[in-house]
């Protein structure tokens, strides 16, 4: 079983930034193929960014160019570096892989308000 434990979220101003991290253990080995989804208050959940063996990036439209997805194989953790944030941005973040195989983790809430 594979544990994902989401951390940094907090409230930021617009055109802010923040870093958001997500750690997994248990029964995986190095992590290469991570992805990043979000859930705002009322809408579904969906896919932010992706990784693919540990250096491919895919980003959805609305975040391009403002965000970043990287891991760090040695600490099996995904990060999402979010910049220039929006109110839009405001979500609950989760990482998973990119078919969303591992067990939800509890998720850490991003709130950009001015």
């Known amino acids: 079983q594979v544990q994902l434990v989401e951390s940094g979220g907090g409230l930021v101003q617009p055109g802010g930034s923040l870093r958001l991290s997500c750690a997994a253990s248990?029964?995986?080995?190095?992590?290469?193929?991570m992805a990043w989804y979000r859930q705002a208050p009322g809408e579904q959940r969906e896919l932010v960014a992706v990784?693919?063996?540990?250096?491919?990036?895919n980003y959805a439209n609305s975040v391009e160019g403002r965000f970043t997805i990287s891991i760090d194989n040695a600490k099996n953790t995904v990060y999402l570096q979010m910049n220039s944030l929006k109110p839009e941005d405001t979500a609950v973040y989760y990482c998973?892989?990119?078919?969303?195989?591992?067990?939800w983790g509890q998720g850490t809430l991003v709130t950009v308000s001015s």
């Open positions: 998973n892989g990119p078919n969303s195989m591992y067990a």
């Open positions: 248990g029964s995986i080995a190095r992590i290469f193929n």
């Open positions: 990784v693919r063996s540990g250096d491919r990036t």
